[in-house]
């Protein structure tokens, strides 16, 4: 529970279809580490966002925890942010944490203390594959989809995990909010990276540096040719397509093409420069499939997935009137106190229309379409992005050669890639 | 089932008779007891009453006890009016290695802050205090020694008397930390030898918010507060006189029933720590077993965090705490465990047991029932157990 709206809805819906709640907090830095505005409030850790996670918990009756991960965090986030800036690259540290931490240490402590699943206000959906892998799909808010941030989690993560709103649009979830009177329901929504109250990466940057004493290491703008163009002050505090803050005066918009981290320059040129049809994507972490190497090849690439029936989900979440029937319904097992030792197949034996049970549809996985070492996909190359048409050549089990059908603007060293079939995620990588 | 408490170091509820004794003061006899009429003068027979049943509990003149809001402030007002007070002469501190943070904070800030010189006195691996150590560490600029009398984590009894003979010799002011102790075992602060004495009324069935210092008469203090005379202008501050009617209703409550208390939770604790023994393998008391207060239990299961034991015992309706209460959350062992020795894997695997008055043999069976299978999935769990255990 980050003490938003959407983590307090998740929690509500669980503890009304059944579940045994146990609401958690983590405590991922300190104010004094990351140089914040102590009296901020609302931001996830503050001490304000506990509270309303408290509050929150008080009233849907669950237990609450505040687990602190933040030497972990600190470990596998901020670390990780800091040296993906000075080699060049502009990390994605919600990923990270999702991958390392949440995902990692926050779910093993949820299973030492007998929990089954852990759960998330992500706006995504964990569905079962025909061939029995745990698939993640886009949330059916498309503007709200969260499934980006969740390709580097394993199949063992994600048969120990629900995603109640997955099947929901966002203003329903507020809705929801409203009518449990849940005193979050109108907080403001938070986009930050959360330990960057201000979204000043630069300053974090320049501050986290004076603080480890690391000096400053001015270099050079140059163009592609080579010219020199001005002078920055560390090339770790651009990144690709920025405009802004280049101190250049040029009669055309300069932007970012290139951190060149090995010479300490920054290339950069005109808006026709950053568009590019092809990048490599390592690290990859295939989901709906299992990795190409493992998979059987078949040279028809003829089926497609049947398209999931998305009205009984958001019928179970959000009408009232057919809750009185739904608990009715309910077995003994999932209303006892007892935390069973959880397993993948140990899973509570709920009805298969319930909005969270893995077992609710059975999704035609893509592995059929694989044929002669590609694979179509459309890819997003950031959050913000709408995924574009593309080929992924398959490189080893965990690199990718992603070939667009049309140049896309600032493809970013860092950012994650992610590649999708229709609304099943296939699985995703960094790009090199 | 009712959920079980045993977190008694932590806070304890209030007696009923307590409560009782102190209602009137909230709404009948509600006058400030430094008013010069009628109601003012209630309200101070009440306080001063207060005061000598207290004085007659620890051995000292009424004269020699100050009302606080708890033990916190007593220890801060021993640490740091003690150093002000004698800043130009003595510049040095003492104090425990397995001291409560509020006596070891302000030392800290008068070390970082003010210049003054600090030694903490190491404990053995039982987390006893030697006297030869002591007299090591004590100068003739040393301006207080501080060493508790009942250690909240483990519970183990100082031997105060051997501390303070040291210090006598020496003409050196000493403070103890009886907070935990203080209703459970025997406090006499002659017997102790102490000049500084903190309590507190909610560790022993007594309201929170209330406390005292007994300061000996010849010793001076710099008071921390301003803005009047109360207290002989050592605690000024409109008088909690409900709270400390509280308080002395608490404690001479506990003087009555110190003695089977402390035979029948004697009893209990070894029944415990003997059940869990022998239930659990590889498991550790970090607890004394004799010279302790005898309700605080302290085990630690290497394999198994701290921190999950707490909770895994939580949603089964079972309260126990890990570290003291002020220091959750974090993976770091007590400086407590630490100052004694044990390394950091039983450290982080340690839980306090703290049982009391309401505390039934039946209690203490299900918690037998319940605390085994946890400990053994969490060190089913734990990729690093296994390994040492292969």
């Known amino acids: ?432 | 089932m009712e959920p079980i408490y045993l977190d008694h170091n932590a806070t304890t509820p209030v007696d009923p008779a307590v409560v009782e004794a102190m209602l009137p003061f909230l709404s009948e006899c509600y006058g400030n007891a430094s008013s010069v009429h009628s109601f003012g003068r209630d309200a101070k027979v009440a306080l001063e009453r207060a005061r000598e049943t207290i004085a007659g509990v620890i051995n000292c003149e009424p004269s020699e006890l100050y009302f606080t809001s708890g033990g916190t402030e007593s220890d801060n007002i021993a640490v740091l009016g003690t150093a002000y007070r004698y800043r130009n002469k003595k510049k040095h501190l003492v104090v425990g290695a397995t001291e409560h943070h509020a006596v070891i904070e302000p030392a800290e800030h008068l070390h970082h802050n003010e210049g003054l010189a600090l030694d903490f006195l190491p404990v053995d691996s039982d987390g006893f205090a030697a006297p030869d150590r002591l007299a090591e560490l004590v100068t003739d600029q040393t301006a207080l020694v501080s060493v508790m009398h009942g250690n909240n984590e483990t519970g183990a009894l100082q031997d105060i008397a051997a501390l303070t003979a040291v210090t006598h010799e020496r003409g050196v002011l000493f403070h103890t930390d009886a907070v935990q102790s203080i209703g459970k075992v025997a406090v006499d602060v002659k017997t102790l030898g102490v000049d500084l004495l903190s309590l507190t009324g909610h560790k022993i069935y007594g309201p929170k918010g209330t406390g005292a210092l007994f300061i000996r008469q010849s010793v001076k203090i710099a008071p921390l507060f301003y803005g009047g005379a109360h207290e002989k202008k050592r605690r000024p501050g409109t008088e909690n006189v409900a709270g400390a009617v509280g308080l002395a209703k608490a404690l001479e409550i506990a003087e009555q029933r110190r003695e089977p208390d402390f035979t029948r939770l004697s009893e209990l604790a070894d029944y415990f720590i003997d059940k869990v023994t022998a239930a659990i393998p590889d498991s550790f008391l970090n607890s004394p077993r004799t010279r302790r207060i005898p309700p605080t239990i302290n085990f630690s299961f290497p394999g198994a965090e701290g921190e999950s034991i707490i909770l895994s015992l939580d949603l089964k309706g079972i309260a126990a705490s890990s570290g003291s209460a002020c220091t959750s959350g974090a993976t770091e062992p007590s400086h407590v465990l630490t100052a004694m020795g044990i390394p950091p894997e039983r450290g982080q695997a340690a839980v306090r047991f703290s049982m009391g008055r309401t505390t039934t043999r039946e209690q203490m069976d299900y918690v037998l029932e319940i605390l085994p299978p946890i400990i053994e999935r969490l060190r089913a769990m734990s990729p690093t157990y296994r390994q040492s255990r292969a």
């Open chain 1, 1 to 432: 529970m980050s003490g938003g709206v959407d983590s307090s809805v998740a929690a509500l819906l669980l503890k009304e279809h059944g579940y045994n709640v146990v609401g958690a907090h983590m405590k991922l830095w300190d104010y004094a580490e990351v140089g914040a505005d102590v009296y901020r409030d609302g931001r996830c850790c503050s001490l304000d966002a506990v509270n309303d996670c408290r509050a929150v918990c008080d009233a849907i009756d669950a237990p609450f925890y505040v687990l602190n991960l933040s030497r972990q965090f600190r470990r596998e986030v901020i670390d990780n942010f800091v040296s993906e800036y000075k080699a060049g690259r502009t990390p994605n540290p919600c990923i990270r944490c999702n991958t390392n931490v949440k995902w990692q240490p926050f779910l093993q402590k949820a299973r030492e203390i007998g929990c089954d699943f852990i759960a998330t206000g992500h706006y995504a959906r964990i569905e079962l594959g025909d061939t029995g892998r745990n698939l993640i799909c886009k949330g059916v808010d498309e503007t709200r989809d969260q499934s980006y941030f969740l390709w580097g989690l394993t199949q063992d993560a994600l048969s120990r995990t629900l995603m109640p709103l997955g099947g929901l649009h966002k203003s329903e979830v507020r809705e929801i909010a409203r009518r449990h009177g849940l005193k979050t329901s109108e907080k403001k929504e938070s986009r930050e990276i959360c330990f960057v109250a201000d979204d000043d990466y630069h300053r974090f940057l320049r501050e986290w540096d004076a603080k480890h004493d690391v000096p400053a290491r001015p270099g050079d703008i140059v163009e592609e040719s080579g010219r020199v163009m001005g002078r920055h002050d560390g090339a770790a505090y651009y990144t690709i397509g920025q405009r802004h803050g280049l101190g250049i005066s040029h009669p055309t918009p300069l932007y970012v093409l290139d951190i060149d981290a090995a010479n300490n320059r920054v290339v950069v040129g005109d808006d026709a420069s950053l568009y590019r049809d092809e990048m490599v994507v390592e690290n990859v972490n295939w989901i709906a499939t299992a990795p190409p190497s493992r998979l059987p090849r078949r040279s028809d690439t003829s089926v497609s997935s049947p398209r999931h029936d998305a009205s009984k989900l958001v019928s179970r979440a959000s009408r009232d009137d057919e809750k009185a029937e739904s608990r009715a319904g309910l077995p003994e097992t999932c209303r006892s106190d007892d935390f069973r030792h959880p397993g993948p197949t140990n899973t509570p034996h709920l009805e298969p229309d319930y909005p969270c049970h893995p077992e609710r549809s059975r999704r035609q996985a893509c592995s059929s379409r694989y044929a002669r070492g590609s694979l179509e996909a459309t890819v997003k190359i950031r959050y913000q992005h709408s995924p574009a048409n593309a080929r992924l050549t398959v490189l080893t089990d965990n690199s990718v050669r992603v070939t667009f059908d049309e140049r896309q603007r600032a493809i970013t060293p860092g950012q994650s890639a992610v590649f999708y079939d229709d609304d099943i995620l296939l699985g995703g990588g960094v790009i090199k």
